[in-house]
Nanobody, 117 residues
C-alpha cells in the first residue's frame, strides 16, 4: 500500500535551519504534486510548499524567501529546506502526495518541528 513518511523534524533555535524529507512508497499512480503542509495547535492546516512533477512550485506566503521545496522524482521523494526559522514555524509538518484524479491523495502522519525563541 501507499506509504508517505516524513522525517527530519526536531527542536531548533530561532534563526536556525532544518531539512525535512518525505518518502513515498508503494505508489501505483503517477504522482502529480508533492507538497508540505503544516498545522499548529488551534490553527488550520496551511500550505507550506508544493511542487509538481513538472517543476512548478507554490509557496505559502509566510514562508516565501525562507523555505525551499525540492523533489527527486525518480525516488518519489520531496524535501523541504527551512531557513531562518521562527517560533511561528512551530507545527506538525505533513507531506501530501497527490495524483491527478479526485481521491488520489495521500498524507503522511507528520513530523514535529519545534522552534525555540
Amino acid at each position: 500500500q501507499v506509504q508517505v513518511v516524513e522525517s527530519g523534524g526536531g527542536l531548533v533555535q530561532a534563526g536556525g535551519s532544518l531539512r525535512l524529507s518525505c518518502a513515498a512508497s508503494g505508489v501505483f499512480f503517477p504522482i502529480n504534486v508533492m507538497g508540505w503542509y503544516r498545522q499548529a495547535p488551534g490553527k488550520q492546516r496551511e500550505l507550506v510548499a508544493s511542487m509538481t512533477t513538472g517543476g512548478s512550485i507554490n509557496y505559502g506566503d509566510s514562508v516565501k524567501g525562507r523555505f525551499a521545496i525540492s523533489r527527486d522524482n525518480a525516488k518519489n521523494t520531496a524535501y523541504l529546506q527551512m531557513n531562518s526559522l521562527t517560533a511561528e514555524d512551530t507545527a506538525v509538518y505533513y507531506c501530501r502526495v497527490s495524483g491527478n484524479g479526485a481521491g488520489v491523495d495521500y498524507w503522511g502522519t507528520g513530523t514535529l518541528v519545534t522552534v525555540s525563541s
